[in-house]
T-cell receptor, first 121, second 107 residues
Framework: QVHLVQSGAEVKKPGSSVKVSCRTDGGSFSSYAISWVRQAPGLGLEWMGGIVPIYDTPTYAQKFQGRVTITADASTTTSYMELSSLSSEDTAVYYCARDGYTQGFFYFEYWGQGSLITVSS | EIVLTQSPDSLSLSPGERATLSCRASQSVSSRYLAWYQQKPGQAPRLLIYNAANRATGIPDRFSGSGSGTDFTLTIGRLEPEDFAVYYC????????FGQGTKVEIK
C-alpha cells in the first residue's frame, strides 16, 4: 500500500518562499514520478511540475518555470516543492501525487492529503 | 499545451439516474492518454479511469470511460449518493493538463 504524507499548513508573507515536503511510504519510490498539483480556493486542479527520482531531472509547467523547484531525496523517499516570489494568487492547497506508471508523467494514482499554503501580509 | 474543456459545468440529477460527462481536447490525445478523477469537498482527488477506459483499482463498474482523439466521456451508470462530487479529466499525452471540472449535484 502506498501513502503520501505531506507537511502541514503554512502562512507566508508576499514575496517570500515556501517549501512543501511529500514523503512516500510503501511501494517503489525511484521509478515513479512525483508530481505537484495545486488547487486555489473554489477552483480546479493545476499541474505545476514533477520529477522521476531515478532520473533526478524535474519537468515544470511553463507557467511556473523560474519560480518553482522540485527535488527528490531517495534516501528519505521524500519530494520537495519550493515556490518563490509568493503572491496572494498562490494561496491554494498543494498536493503531491504519485504516478500510476513508471518513468514518466502519466496519470496520478496516489495523492497526498494536501498542504494549505496561505499568502497574506 | 492541450486545453481540456469539460461539459456541462454542472449537472443536477437524482440518485439512480445516469450521468454523462464530456471532456473535449484542443488537439488529439495520443494513445488515449486520458484519466478521470472524482473529488469531494475537503478531499484529495481520487483516480477513477485511466487510458480513457480502464477502471482504477477498487472503482465500481457503474463508472465507465470511453472516447478517443479529442472527445472523451465518463458515464456513471446509476448514481449512488456517494457519487455526487466534482469530476475532472486529465490528459497525459503531453505535459499534464486538467479540465475545469463538472459538478454533479443532487436534484
Amino acid at each position: 500500500q502506498v501513502h503520501l504524507v505531506q507537511s502541514g499548513a503554512e502562512v507566508k508573507k508576499p514575496g517570500s518562499s515556501v517549501k512543501v515536503s511529500c514523503r512516500t511510504d510503501g511501494g517503489s519510490f525511484s521509478s515513479y514520478a512525483i508530481s505537484w498539483v495545486r488547487q486555489a480556493p473554489g477552483l480546479g486542479l493545476e499541474w505545476m511540475g514533477g520529477i522521476v527520482p531515478i532520473y533526478d531531472t524535474p519537468t515544470y509547467a511553463q507557467k511556473f518555470q523560474g519560480r518553482v523547484t522540485i527535488t527528490a531525496d531517495a534516501s528519505t523517499t521524500t519530494s520537495y516543492m519550493e515556490l518563490s516570489s509568493l503572491s496572494s494568487e498562490d494561496t491554494a492547497v498543494y498536493y503531491c501525487a504519485r504516478d500510476g506508471y513508471t518513468q514518466g508523467f502519466f496519470y496520478f494514482e496516489y495523492w497526498g492529503q494536501g498542504s494549505l499554503i496561505t499568502v497574506s501580509s | 499545451e492541450i486545453v481540456l474543456t469539460q461539459s456541462p459545468d454542472s449537472l443536477s440529477l437524482s440518485p439512480g439516474e445516469r450521468a454523462t460527462l464530456s471532456c473535449r481536447a484542443s488537439q488529439s490525445v495520443s494513445s488515449r492518454y486520458l484519466a478521470w478523477y472524482q473529488q469531494k469537498p475537503g478531499q484529495a482527488p481520487r483516480l477513477l479511469i485511466y487510458n480513457a477506459a480502464n477502471r482504477a483499482t477498487g472503482i465500481p463498474d457503474r463508472f465507465s470511460g470511453s472516447g478517443s482523439g479529442t472527445d472523451f466521456t465518463l458515464t456513471i451508470g446509476r448514481l449512488e449518493p456517494e457519487d455526487f462530487a466534482v469530476y475532472y479529466c486529465q490528459q497525459y499525452s503531453t505535459s499534464p493538463t486538467f479540465g475545469q471540472g463538472t459538478k454533479v449535484e443532487i436534484k
